[in-house]
């Protein structure tokens, strides 16, 4: 399915009320069309580069975008368990499926790592 046609959709459940924040992963040249629309609309937005080729699109409520402004990481492999936890939850992902996500990072991280010499 054609990304811009995912960011209408997705558009369309924010302004009708079923979202507060929404993360659109699309290619970079789609940036500016995105932005136009959401400019248009006074939609708060937050973009973070993946490579060189996609980026990750925030947009929604501005006290959603304010906490990912807040938390500050470029790109989501840098969340922390929680802050993966509160994300997760603002995009709407079922509860119980965030709890086992966290506690399984939780456990990755008290894992100790073999060292390699």
């Known amino acids: ?19 507060n924040l929404i993360l659109l992963t699309t290619w970079i040249e ?10 248009k609309y006074n939609i708060a937005y937050l973009v973070q580069h993946v490579t060189d080729k996609k980026i990750n699109v925030f947009f929604g409520n501005p006290a959603c975008i304010n906490v990912l402004k807040q938390i500050n990481k470029d790109n989501l492999t840098e969340f922390t368990p929680e802050e993966d936890y509160i994300l997760g939850i603002m995009l709407g992902y079922d509860r119980l499926k965030q709890c086992d996500r966290y506690i399984t990072m939780k456990k990755q991280l008290e894992t100790p790592k073999l060292k390699t010499a």
């Open 1 to 19: 399915m054609d990304k811009l046609c995912v960011f209408n959709h997705h558009l369309y459940e924010y302004r009708k009320g079923l979202r």
């Open 30 to 39: 789609n940036l500016e069309i995105i932005t136009t629309k959401l400019n």
